[in-house]
Structure formats: structure tokens, C-alpha cells
């Protein structure tokens, strides 16, 4: 994040807590937290912080979680592919291999899965 995104989010951030510190000294400890971290996240947390809390947030509070965030991408990713692949076997209209069924009925007579 550059030091103009992180003016950027101490502007929104004094906007909505006046007493928060929007000296040039804040900015620049800030930006030796935030300068590896990307800016539409660190918005996008300012701006939940600022619907849910009643004081200004930290460092950590507008990095949020993103390892947390990332998770959830990925598994909201991995749920999509598997909605696509059942939606792909959905649309397969061939039946399973012959002998499917009868062999799946003898396991569970049998209490197997063998």
C-alpha cells in the first residue's frame, strides 16, 4: 500500500472518529505496517470496523484477518467447483455401470463396504 492509500484511509477514518490521529507521523508509522498489505482489503476493513465499532481501529484491526479472508475465498472457491461438478454429473444423463446398484444393495445387506 502506498503512503497516498494510506492518507486515503486515515481521511475516512478521522471523517467518522474526529479524535482519531491523522498527524503525518501516524500516517507514516502506519505505512510501515500496511506497506505489504493491499489496499481494497484495508478499505473494505475501515469501512466494517466503522458499521460495527464505536472506537477508531488499530494496525491490526485494518489489516483484519486476512489469512482468515483468504480461507474463506479459497473454500468459497472449492464449494463452486464442487457445485459445478455436481451440476456437470447432473446434466450426465448415462446410467452407472452395469451391476451398480446390485452391488451397492449386497453392501449394505452385508454391512461391508468391500
Known amino acids: 500500500m ?12 478521522k471523517a467518522n472518529y474526529p479524535g482519531y490521529d491523522s498527524s503525518g507521523e501516524n500516517i507514516d508509522r502506519l ?3 500496511l506497506k505489504d498489505f493491499p489496499y481494497e482489503a484495508a478499505a473494505k476493513n475501515v469501512r466494517q470496523h466503522i458499521l460495527t465499532e464505536r472506537f477508531p481501529p488499530n494496525v491490526a ?7 482468515d479472508q483468504l480461507d474463506s475465498q479459497r473454500s ?17 444423463n448415462t446410467p452407472p455401470p452395469e451391476g451398480y446398484w446390485e452391488s451397492m444393495k449386497q453392501k449394505l445387506r452385508s454391512g461391508t463396504d468391500a
Open 76 to 92: 468459497k472457491e472449492a464449494a463452486a467447483e464442487h457445485f459445478a461438478q455436481l451440476d456437470a454429473w447432473g446434466a450426465d
Open 31 to 33: 505505512c510501515r505496517y
Open 61 to 67: 484491526e485494518i489489516r483484519g484477518r486476512l489469512g
Open 2 to 13: 502506498s503512503k497516498a492509500e494510506v492518507a486515503k484511509l486515515v481521511r475516512a477514518i
